[in-house]
């Protein structure tokens, strides 16, 4: 499986949707987890950089699993999903700056509008038991969501379909960006 989250990590990485180190990836295995480690570079996956742990339970693992395994139990104990890609999209991340901690993005593009409907802005800090439940309670009704000034998490079945609703976000956030800047200067 470390493979599968490696394909994803070197897309996310080559498209430009989080720097290297930033962001993590996990995909459910019944009542467990695989997690990319703190730290790993997202384009440079192996199966040492790929930890396995409890979701219902902390880990002795946890110490070197992402920062943001908290995160990642809530929204697996609290949804549906199968897999779960946290990056840093940087329009997705301006566009959350823009809308507020507790704001709605509302894209302006007929894609982002059929796809993803308005898209949530939660607040939390990083790795934070606050963030884990405003995610998990977001995303319970919505297939990504952006964490104010920090990045989109999205979900799905496969890592294949995180990473579609991870490049939708970035993509309606971009227009929106793009189409506003525009709208100004005329």
């Not at 939708?168 to 929106?176: G, N, T």
Request: aromatic share 6%; glycine share 10%; proline share 2%.
């Amino acid at each position: 499986m470390w493979q599968e989250m490696a394909k994803y990590g070197r897309k996310l990485v080559g498209h430009g949707l989080v720097e290297s180190n930033f962001g993590n990836i996990s995909v459910r295995a019944g009542d467990r987890m695989l997690i990319t480690r703190s730290g790993t570079a997202l384009d440079e996956i192996t199966g040492d950089n790929v930890v396995e742990v409890e979701i219902q339970d902390t880990s002795s693992l946890d110490i070197i699993a992402s920062s943001e395994t908290v995160v990642h139990r809530e929204i697996y104990t609290k949804t549906s999903a199968l897999a779960i890609i946290h990056a840093h999209c940087p329009y997705s991340v301006v566009e959350s700056l823009l809308a507020g901690p507790a704001g709605t993005i509302v894209p302006v593009d007929s894609e982002g509008q059929y796809f993803l409907g308005n898209i949530p802005v939660v607040s939390g800090g990083i790795g934070s038991l606050e963030l884990a439940e405003n995610l998990a309670g977001e995303l319970s009704g919505h297939r990504g969501a952006v964490v104010f000034s920090h990045g989109t998490f999205a979900i799905g079945r496969t890592l294949g379909e995180a990473y579609i609703v991870t490049t939708q976000l970035e993509h309606s956030c971009r227009i929106k960006y793009l189409y506003e800047l525009a709208a100004v200067k005329k």
